[in-house]
């Protein structure tokens, strides 16, 4: 039996700047922090000559390619090539469509449950990188590539997304006083909206391929808030976070009609009004958890209690995508 988990994402700066279509012209730059509520995989031998693969659904097949989930099927071809008698079951602290990068979290377990089967030893550089090769390239999906990235690293980390396709990541330079005042000044509640980031991912990659300029000129903005909530954060300005936070929002609202609602509007305001010094949208937008920076956490939480949202509590997580049995 082999058990491995990857832990779920916050973006803190730069979101939306990872894609394909924007970094290989302009470069991208993407603060992430891994956060300890994970995807788990496990993955054991069977005794009958078959593949059982468990998720929202069950499948039961004779080979790889018949598989019906797109990631396992290319995930088993590209580390086994043909595979029998395996089965495979994902389960997750918190849904997907929820904007907290689960796709790849899961694509990095996956990943590293069948490296480990194999007995490989991958760095968290390449388990990334062969994530980001089956979801953008085999897959095509409209995705970046933090989710992969910050996954398989873990920490609060700093990544640029190279023109050629390199990723050079580091972690973010801040003592260990300032990341625990971060975390009790950051508050997460879920809007009760789940949705797949594909169609907003797709209007930016379209409108980015085409070069329009309001689209390309909001991410140079904020790539540019990335490299600002960056050095907040690294001098313990996190007040001025918090305010780069909203700043961010405002611009990511533009990028598309979707990106927010009425409802999520009035949410956002009444946490300005209680103490928020910020907020935004964690993932692409349309749904998921609303994110707030507040020196009042508790009057916080009754206002969006007394809304109807419920919070998830976190913390931070260093480990990145693990095994925890083998």
Known sequence: MIIVRSPLRITLGGGGTDLPSYYKEHEGFVVAAAIDRYVYITLHQTFQDELIVKYSKLERVLEAGQIEHPIVREALRMVLGEAHRLEISSMADI?????????GSFTTALLKALHAYKRNLVSAQQLAEEACHIEIDRLAEP?????????????????????????????????????????????????????RASSILEEQDKKTKTDDKSMVDNLHYVKALGERSKSALETGQLDDFGALMHEHWE???????????????????????????????????????????TKDKPKLRHAMHEAGLSEVRFRFDFEGTKVLVQ
């Open 95 to 103: 849904p997907a469509g929820t904007g907290l990068g689960s796709s």
């Open 143 to 195: 995705v970046g590539k933090q989710d992969q990235f910050i996954a398989a690293y873990g920490g609060v980390t700093c990544f640029r997304f190279q023109r050629d396709d390199g990723v050079e990541a580091w972690p973010l330079n801040v003592p260990a006083e300032t990341l625990h005042s971060l975390e009790d000044s950051l508050a997460m509640f879920f809007t009760g909206y789940s949705r």
């Open 251 to 293: 611009h990511k609202k533009r990028r598309s009609s979707a990106m927010s609602n009425p409802m999520i509007d009035e949410w956002y305001a009444a946490a300005m009004k209680q103490g928020a010094l910020g907020g935004k949208l964690i993932g692409a937008g349309g749904g998921g958890f609303l994110m707030f920076y």
